[in-house]
């Protein structure tokens, strides 16, 4: 039997924990013993209240012996990080699991305790850019569901910690008891794409105000040539000072934003209008159908084909 903890604080997120929770509880579902003894954890144990008011009994954290730790997230984790509180017994833990993951911006205090270092790992995609700045140390890639580097898996936003156990539930028991579990909680054993779905540039707020103005004249001139000297004499900078900025207010090369937000736009024609994938490639600035169509496997990990026909086929 396999101890699977989750680490819980105060203001945690309820879905962090009760997502994958729900999964490892499931995979016992009709077996004579289940595979996973289960339990939530903090530091000293008793009862933690979550973002949601709910309040969830918990276990010390050192009272018990695991194969599996899993940092949940939620708006108390810099409040936890920040704070004076002494967490040896947490890295101690984590540094003698079998297993170590996160869910969300648990990845954040996994970062702070410097297991991440030199490691790949994901967080919700809010929250990427702010990792990949505190600790430069780690090779964020804000795009992905989950993220497995060695021992270590992170994941991203809030329900991706189901993802993230499928996976888990996967590498110990197979592929059939993983679908068996994602078919009970009725979601997808693999989701498509990756978190560029849900993330558009288009929300991204750079801190310069000569990013911004480049970013807003992107957005208004998709079908022009959006060349790196272009752009950068429109923020005023020499291409090398535009590069160099950009990358550092956005975490993204000036190419890939503009790929990005044109295949947002591109998916924002397919799914309200009834364009052809030709039309709305030329609509956004793409100079071929198939060149958008690996835009799109590169940002989205789906072709705009299949974009085009669940929108017609809600």
Known sequence: MMHIGFFVFPDFQLLD????????????????????SLSVLSLQGGPVKCSAGCVITTVPLSAVSLDTLIICGGYGIHTLSDSAVDLHALKTQAENVRRLG????????????????????????????????????????????????????????????????LAMIEADLGMERSRAVAQELV??????????????????????????????????HLTESLTVEHLASQACLSPRQFSRLFKHQTGESPAKAVERLRVEAARTLLESTHHSIASV????????????????????????????????SA
């Not at 009760?18 to 595979?35: C, D, K, R, V």
């Not at 804000?142 to 936003?157: C, E, P, Q, V």
């Not at 060149?291 to 299949?306: I, K, S, V, Y």
């Open 17 to 36: 924990l009760s997502g994958p929770l729900a999964a490892f509880q499931i995979a016992g579902f009709h077996q004579t013993t289940s595979p996973y």
């Open 102 to 165: 996160s869910v969300c911006r648990g990845a954040c205090l996994l970062a702070e305790l410097g297991l991440l270092n030199g490691r790949r790992a994901t967080t919700h995609w809010r929250h990427g850019l702010a990792l990949q700045k505190s600790y430069p140390d780690v090779r964020v890639e804000s795009d992905k569901i989950f993220l497995r580097d060695g021992h270590i898996w992170t994941s991203a936003g809030i329900s991706c910690g189901i993802d993230l156990a």
């Open 187 to 220: 979601v997808y054993q693999r989701r498509p794409g990756g978190q560029s779905q849900f993330s558009p540039m288009l929300q991204m707020e750079p801190d310069s105000d000569r990013i911004r103005l480049a970013l807003d004249y992107i957005h208004q």
């Open 281 to 312: 490639a030329h609509l956004v600035g793409f100079p071929h159908p198939e060149t958008m169509r690996r835009a799109f496997l590169r940002c989205l990990g789906l072709p705009p084909q299949t974009v085009k026909k669940y929108h017609q």
